[in-house]
């Protein structure tokens, strides 16, 4: 069966391999790769060599991400990551030791790539910590629905990959829950117990780990009013968490 080759869009390039190039370097990076069908043609290059290590790595990111949700970890393998780059198994071991280390790479920047959008959905909210919660799931179930093979790289599938993997997923949700823990503190008068915010990233966590795993990412921002409830319950008891409901009914 045919993979499908990996295309990089200019926009994602560039975010994805910095500033230390200019725009016609890109350009001409993502024109080479267009007509080549999504690889390097073979030959003399006018790009950095640098620019072009970079560019492989992130085509072999994007085409891990792409293998692992359609096979699974497990089944995995290193050949059907070079069939959607398109790129020589050579050339994969210059940038990774194995399946494994390609794969914690991916879920970095995947991970990255989550945080980053949480962060800036909390930062546009109001003063309130519920207003900032509910901007942050908001932003997280976006994510996922823009996102889904990178979303479901760090919540599904490095449950199923190596120790390694296990404790890259547990340290994203302790990052998650610290970020809840402080963001909650600094509005309540009695200071909550560490362990809920663990609790509430831990709930957030199961449900969409189940939305993903049956592949139903429409219609995530549905599920925000269930999850503020669960979360403002664990905090400021049952009367405040279902204002959450009720403010979504009469929206």
């Known amino acids: 069966m045919s993979q499908e080759r990996v ?5 994602k390039l560039a975010l994805a391999v910095g ?32 620019l072009v290590k970079a560019i492989q790595r992130e085509r072999l990111l994007a085409a891990m991400i792409g ?19 398109g790129i020589s198994r050579p050339t994969f071991y210059e940038q990774f030791d194995d399946k494994e ?8 920047a995947s991970a990255a790539q989550m945080r980053t959008r949480v962060e800036a959905a909390v930062a546009e909210a109001g003063p309130d910590w519920r207003d900032r919660l509910r901007s942050g799931i908001a932003g997280l179930l976006r994510f996922i629905a823009e996102e889904p093979e990178a ?4 919540i599904v599938e490095a449950r199923a990959s190596s ?3 296990l404790r890259r997923r547990d340290e994203l949700l302790d990052h998650f829950a610290a970020c809840i823990d402080a963001l909650v503190r600094e509005d309540l008068d009695e200071p909550p117990s560490a362990i809920a915010a663990a609790g509430v990233v831990g709930g957030i966590e199961s449900v969409l780990y189940a939305r993903l ?20 319950l664990a905090y400021a008891g049952r009367e405040a968490a279902g204002e959450e409901l009720d403010d979504a009914a009469l929206a």
């Open 213 to 232: 795993q049956k592949g139903e990412t429409d219609d995530l921002e549905a599920l925000l009013p269930s999850l503020m409830y669960f979360a403002v």
């Open 101 to 108: 280390d390609c794969f914690l790479a991916a879920f970095d």
């Open 7 to 11: 295309i990089l869009s200019r926009e």
């Open 151 to 154: 979303a479901r790289v760090a």
């Open 163 to 165: 120790p390694a993997g």
């Open 67 to 85: 293998a692992v949700t359609t096979t699974g970890y497990n089944a995995l393998t290193v050949q059907s990551v070079l069939a959607r780059a």
């Open 19 to 50: 500033d230390r190039w200019s725009e016609a370097e890109l350009s001409e990076a993502v024109t080479l790769l267009t007509r080549a069908e999504g690889r390097f043609p073979p030959g003399v290059r006018t790009l950095p060599a640098d």
